[in-house]
Antibody, heavy 122, light 108 residues
Framework: QVHLVESGGGVVQPGGSQRLSCAAS????????MHWVRQAPGKGLEWVAV????????YYGDSVKGRFTISRDNSKNTLYLQMNSLRPEDTAMYYC???????????????WGQGILVTVSS | SFDLTQPPLVSVSPGQTASITCSGD??????ACWYQQKPGQSPVLVVY???RRPSGIPERFSGSNSGNTATLTISGTQPMDEADYYC???????????FGGGTKLTVL
């Protein structure tokens, strides 16, 4: 049974930083690409970033490029999202999600965490 | 940039067939997938690589993708299928995954 649990959310001031974590269990973490996807309140899904199974390739959505960094620790079965220079429009529920394959492109996201809320406000 | 367009709302009567479209430039040359999201819940993958179903997804969910349009079809729609549905595709030119804006399916 795949299990993904996000943590690290909360309220942060504009311009501040926050690091999200996603603890994975129930599958061979080092064999799958992993994603972050967010959803602003009452809005649709927005893809944030993906990291390949070996951590060597990372891709980012245009709205977060240069501010957010995705990483993983395969020894700890954990995915991370370092968020810097946060803006009010980054306020959203952040989901970590497992890809169907190693590369993280052209397959799909077959398991999702419950999400963690990040609020950017003064 | 690569965009995916979905109708905001689709309505269907119970037992009938619902079709939700997703349009994008040369979408048929990419793989499309579909997610179902019910209120207060995380998304669930219902179709991937255009027409493949993950284990546990009912056979009434199917997909197709050709030209500029991908379609999610729900045959014999049930009240439990009422949800928001999102299409998604990988755009290799921008190295971005893109979501459609979502379609609210009402079953009434």
């Amino acid at each position: 049974q795949v299990h993904l649990v996000e943590s690290g959310g909360g309220v942060v001031q504009p311009g501040g930083s926050q690091r999200l974590s996603c603890a994975a269990s129930g599958f061979s973490f080092n064999n799958y690409a992993m994603h972050w996807v967010r959803q602003a309140p009452g809005k649709g899904l927005e893809w944030v970033a993906v990291i390949r199974s070996d951590g060597d390739k990372k891709y980012y959505g245009d709205s977060v490029k240069g501010r957010f960094t995705i990483s993983r620790d395969n020894s700890k079965n954990t995915l991370y999202l370092q968020m810097n220079s946060l803006r009010p429009e980054d306020t959203a529920m952040y989901y970590c999600a497992k890809d169907l394959a190693k590369l993280g492109i052209a397959a799909g996201l077959d398991n999702w965490g419950q999400g963690i809320l990040v609020t950017v406000s003064s | 940039s690569f965009d995916l367009t979905q109708p905001p709302l689709v309505s269907v009567s119970p037992g009938q067939t619902a079709s939700i479209t997703c349009s994008g430039d040369r979408l048929g040359s990419k793989y499309a997938c579909w997610y179902q999201q019910k209120p207060g819940q995380s998304p669930v993958l219902v179709v991937y690589q255009d027409n493949r179903r993950p284990s546990g997804i009912p056979e009434r969910f199917s997909g197709s993708n050709s030209g500029n349009t991908a379609t999610l079809t729900i045959s014999g729609t049930q009240p439990m299928d009422e949800a928001d549905y999102y299409c998604q595709a990988w755009d290799s030119s921008t190295t971005n995954w893109v979501f459609g804006g979502g379609t609210k399916l009402t079953v009434l």
